[in-house]
């Protein structure tokens, strides 16, 4: 067998990670065209994470750049396979001491949709964007990820395809809702031995007795959120949904709680507060019953709609206290969001295919990827981590902003945060930037 032709290297610890994919990649160019792809991805720059963005070539013009064409290609033409190289990064995340899943982390299963003009781009339609909270033209996703109160990283990505898609719409033994798709990524992570707790999602997929049943046979343990408006049959005069059952709870201040629980969290800051749980002992819930349903919440007098759990999980005898922590550890999901969308160009894809969009979501995950991959070769890093009790902030409302120069967010206990881990792969890759040739375009006077 020939000896493999030699390839650019990628700078510092991104050549040793991209190394650990050089089997999947059969030809020099596909190795070559990964090491550069997330490159480009992981650099920081002002402009959009596009081809030309990521090549450093001048918009539209320098779409016909050799380099930004050799990209294009390894995108949509070339003959890797998108699932393979996936299944090589969890591989090595799972390998990774510390940062391979536990009994004590979370599968997070979540939605994303992305707003995209035209209607020939594969899983386009007009259908609810969750991130703008309305209906438009874009491609939805659903997602899986693992979190725990250190680590949080992206497993599995499926795009959502609107029954518009086949003929016969939703008859067509292909087509699939999201709630199909979230139980089948919650069963590829069974099959591919991911520990976790349980399985945390929000109300749309709680309020889905379907969901909840598969959960059920595939079991898993889950904690997931309902609707206040969450309601079973009932007399008139009774307690009939969770809302009432927790306005009902006895609670005159924080001396005289009643059944209301003090949970005390600790979030990524390092301050504290105390939040209030409640073991809803109403209709088809208690702790005699075969589905459990508890309230969370800031203050049990007025329940603020934004600081405020409406949960069912089948976690029967586990202590309040690991109820709100599990569920506490979604907001990671939305956290991820903001950072492969903002930072490294989730949705700056300029293709079409089915095949093109598959690879470019992978390479972006391989980018997250890498920041926490090479954090854990760092000998400043504690062996091993250990689980704190602290959770995730509580995600706020912000204005977005559009900026590509923020970092990805806190990471490890010891102060040793993905912000540093992404400032560290900006500082080996920024030198891409100066080194990069400078092609000149004429210019018409």
């Not at 609107?162 to 939703?170: I, M, S, V």
Request: proline content about 5%; charged content about 20%.
């Amino acid at each position: 067998m020939s000896e493999r032709q030699a390839i650019r290297a990628a700078p510092g610890l991104l050549e040793d990670y991209a190394q650990g994919f050089d089997s999947l990649f059969s030809k020099r160019n596909q190795r070559e065209g990964f090491r550069r792809y997330l490159e480009g991805l992981l650099l920081p720059a002002e402009r959009n994470k596009t081809l030309t963005g990521l090549m450093n070539t001048e918009p539209v013009v320098g779409a016909s750049a050799a380099r930004a064409q050799s990209l294009q290609w390894y995108l949509s033409e070339s003959t890797w396979d998108a699932a393979a190289v996936n299944a090589r990064r969890i591989e090595l995340l799972v390998s990774t001491g510390q940062l391979a899943p536990h009994e004590h982390g979370v599968l997070v299963i979540d939605e994303t949709g992305d707003r995209k003009d035209g209607h020939k781009t594969a899983h386009i339609g007009r259908q609810y964007l969750a991130n703008l909270g309305k209906i438009d033209n874009g491609v939805v996703s659903v997602t899986s990820l693992w979190a725990d109160a250190q680590v949080y990283y992206p497993l599995e990505v499926e795009p959502y395809t609107p029954a518009a898609w086949f003929e016969g719409g939703k008859a067509h033994p292909g087509f699939r809702t999201k709630l199909k798709i979230a139980l089948e990524l919650v069963a590829q992570a069974k099959q591919r031995d991911i520990a976790f707790a349980a399985v945390v999602a929000d109300s749309f997929y709680g309020e889905d007795r379907g969901f909840r049943q598969g959960l059920e046979d595939l079991k898993v343990g889950y904690v997931l959120a309902l609707k206040p408006s969450f309601t079973w049959w009932h007399r008139v005069g009774d307690i009939g949904s969770l809302q009432d059952a927790a306005l009902a709870a006895p609670w005159l201040d924080s001396q005289h709680s009643g059944e209301w629980q003090a949970i005390e969290r600790t979030f990524r800051d390092g301050h504290t507060e105390i939040w209030w749980a409640l073991d809803v002992q109403a209709g088809p819930f208690g702790l005699q019953r075969p589905k459990r349903a508890v309230v969370v919440t800031t203050d049990p007098l007025t329940l603020p709609a934004l600081t405020t759990w409406y949960l069912i999980t089948n976690l029967l005898t586990a202590p309040l206290s690991d109820i709100v922590r599990l569920y506490g550890l979604r907001m990671w999901v939305e956290q991820s969001y903001k950072q492969v969308k903002t930072t490294l160009g989730w949705a700056h894809y300029q293709v079409r295919s089915d095949t093109a969009i598959r690879r470019h979501w992978t390479l972006v995950c391989c980018a997250f990827s890498f920041c926490w991959w090479q954090a854990a070769q760092q000998p400043l890093l504690p062996e091993p981590l250990v689980l704190p009790s602290s959770t995730p902030p509580t995600p706020k409302k912000t204005k977005k902003t559009g900026s590509h120069n923020s970092v990805l967010a806190a990471g490890f206990a010891s102060g040793q945060s993905l912000a540093r881990t992404l400032h560290h792969a900006q500082a080996l890759l920024v030198r891409l930037l100066t080194a990069a040739p400078a092609t000149v375009f004429a210019t018409t006077p």
